[in-house]
């Protein structure tokens, strides 16, 4: 078994709050429009469902797929969309974009330019859990954010993953990585305990 060491950055209660801040401050901006909220998939699953349970109800909800990632820390295929919402679920509506993270832009302004320039949609507002402007190669930004970082780290948990895995860590946690940008493995046999309920941090480890 692999395990990849890491540091918690932010635990269940502290991400329930920034998501109870990040609703205020969308409400203003939804109004009292039509709105469909369209997560990009997968990461963003784990976010959305948290917080659409903040706002008003009426929401329509959908889903878009934009891959970017590869099995490295940064982005290695162009942002293109995989899996696109119901046409009627756009034209001429409001779109609640979300995402779990906005750092290079790749995937949101993709996302963003298929929703209103092929889709039809009346308007987009974005919304992320985490927003890391170091890491931006387009010029974008989110409409609302719960949690912002100055610094580059590789954050998993709460919807973010590596390889694919640790989407469903209740808390956000930063692997730590190598020279050449990837997270530290040790291998084991032995699962350690979770580190949300053992108060761990740098020294412990996430198991793959």
Not at 11 to 40: N, Y
Not at 41 to 65: C, K, N, Q, T
Not at 134 to 163: E, H, K, N, T, W
């Amino acid at each position: 078994m692999i395990r990849y060491r890491h540091r918690i950055v932010l635990r269940a209660q502290e991400l329930s709050e920034a998501l109870d801040g990040l609703a205020d401050r969308l409400k203003p901006l939804l109004g009292d429009d039509e709105v469909t909220a369209i997560p990009v998939l997968g990461g963003a699953m784990f976010f959305a469902a948290d917080l659409v349970r903040r706002l008003p109800s009426g929401l329509v909800m959908d889903f878009i797929r934009i891959q970017t990632y590869g099995d490295a820390t940064s982005p290695q295929k162009e942002a293109k969309p995989e899996w696109l919402p119901h046409p009627d679920n756009v034209k001429g509506k409001h779109v609640l974009l979300m995402d779990d993270i906005l750092d290079t832009g790749r995937t949101m302004t993709a996302a963003r330019c298929f929703l209103l320039e092929e889709m039809g949609a009346a308007k987009v507002t974005i919304a992320v859990l985490i927003d890391k402007p170091v890491r931006r190669a387009v010029p974008i930004s989110a409409d609302a954010f719960a949690v912002q970082f100055q610094d580059d780290q590789f954050l998993v948990g709460f919807g973010l993953d590596y390889r694919g895995r640790f989407r469903n860590l209740p808390f956000l946690a930063a692997l730590e990585t190598d020279l050449d940008g990837l997270p530290m493995s040790v291998e084991t046999t032995e699962v350690s305990k979770a580190p949300e309920a053992t108060g761990e941090s740098a020294a412990s480890e996430i198991a793959k």
